[in-house]
Structures are given as structure tokens and as C-alpha cells.
């Protein structure tokens, strides 16, 4: 009695010989989700998801997501970029927590948001 069958033993579905996953479809170029929707890089389902698994409110409607991701991506964007700024400045090119805190730091709106925020290993500005 064979346990397994003969004629398909070379390698599971979607996967090449080493294990290393393949395209499972063919032909599908990209997803029409709401992120590619709104134009945005943040995932605009799992905001939904998140925002309706915390509890924050009954009813989320479908704006709503789309809206906060665009915010947190905007947000996100902007501290990089200074962030980027900052690294450059000190002739590094990683962005580590140290660049961080002097981004936010030295931007006036940011460092109002986050004042209650400490971030690890990022140090206090330098005043003298």
C-alpha cells in the first residue's frame, strides 16, 4: 500500500526546490485595495482592523482608516525626513535613535506632540 502518491512528489504548490516561496498567481500585477486607493504606502485595512479590534468605538466608518493612515504616514514621513536631515548633518548615513531625538527635538510642532515620548538611547539636546 503506498502512503504517498508517485506521480506529483517533486515539490509542493508555490514553492521552488529549495523552499523558498514562488509567485502563486500568475497574471495579478497588483492589488486595487484601499491603500492604492488613497494613493498611501500605510495599510489602510489593517488600520481598519486595529481601529475596530481596540474598541475605541462601536462603528468605524469607512472614512475613517483611509483618514488615519494618511495622517500616521504623514507623520511618519516628516521625522524621517528630519531625521535624514540630521544623520547628513553629522556625516552619518543611518538614522539612528540619537537622530531621532534631535529631529523631533529642534521641530517646534513635533516636539509638542511628542513631549511625554522618551525615546531609547536617543540622549537630551545638547545645551550650553
Given at each position: 500500500?503506498?502512503?504517498?502518491?508517485?506521480?506529483?512528489?517533486?515539490?509542493?504548490?508555490?514553492?521552488?526546490?529549495?523552499?523558498?516561496?514562488?509567485a502563486g498567481?500568475?497574471?495579478?500585477?497588483?492589488?486595487?485595495?484601499?491603500?492604492?486607493?488613497?494613493?498611501?504606502?500605510?495599510?489602510?485595512?489593517r488600520?481598519?482592523?486595529l481601529?475596530?479590534?481596540?474598541?475605541?468605538?462601536?462603528?468605524?466608518?469607512?472614512?475613517?482608516?483611509?483618514?488615519?493612515?494618511?495622517?500616521?504616514?504623514?507623520?511618519?514621513?516628516?521625522?524621517?525626513?528630519?531625521?535624514?536631515?540630521a544623520?547628513?548633518?553629522?556625516?552619518k548615513?543611518?538614522?539612528?535613535?540619537?537622530?531621532?531625538?534631535?529631529?523631533?527635538?529642534?521641530?517646534?510642532?513635533?516636539?509638542?506632540?511628542?513631549?511625554?515620548?522618551?525615546?531609547?538611547?536617543g540622549?537630551?539636546?545638547p545645551?550650553?
Amino acid at each position: 500500500v503506498y502512503f504517498f502518491s508517485t506521480h506529483n512528489m517533486s515539490t509542493p504548490r508555490g514553492k521552488d526546490k529549495k523552499g523558498a516561496k514562488t509567485a502563486g498567481k500568475k497574471g495579478k500585477t497588483g492589488g486595487s485595495g484601499r491603500s492604492k486607493k488613497a494613493g498611501l504606502t500605510f495599510p489602510v485595512g489593517r488600520t481598519a482592523s486595529l481601529l475596530k479590534s481596540g474598541r475605541y468605538t462601536r462603528r468605524v466608518g469607512k472614512g475613517a482608516p483611509v483618514y488615519l493612515a494618511a495622517v500616521l504616514e504623514y507623520l511618519c514621513a516628516e521625522m524621517l525626513e528630519l531625521a535624514g536631515n540630521a544623520s547628513r548633518d553629522n556625516k552619518k548615513k543611518r538614522i539612528n535613535p540619537r537622530f531621532l531625538t534631535l529631529a523631533i527635538r529642534n521641530d517646534e510642532e513635533l516636539n509638542k506632540l511628542l513631549s511625554g515620548v522618551t525615546i531609547a538611547s536617543g540622549g537630551v539636546l545638547p545645551n550650553i
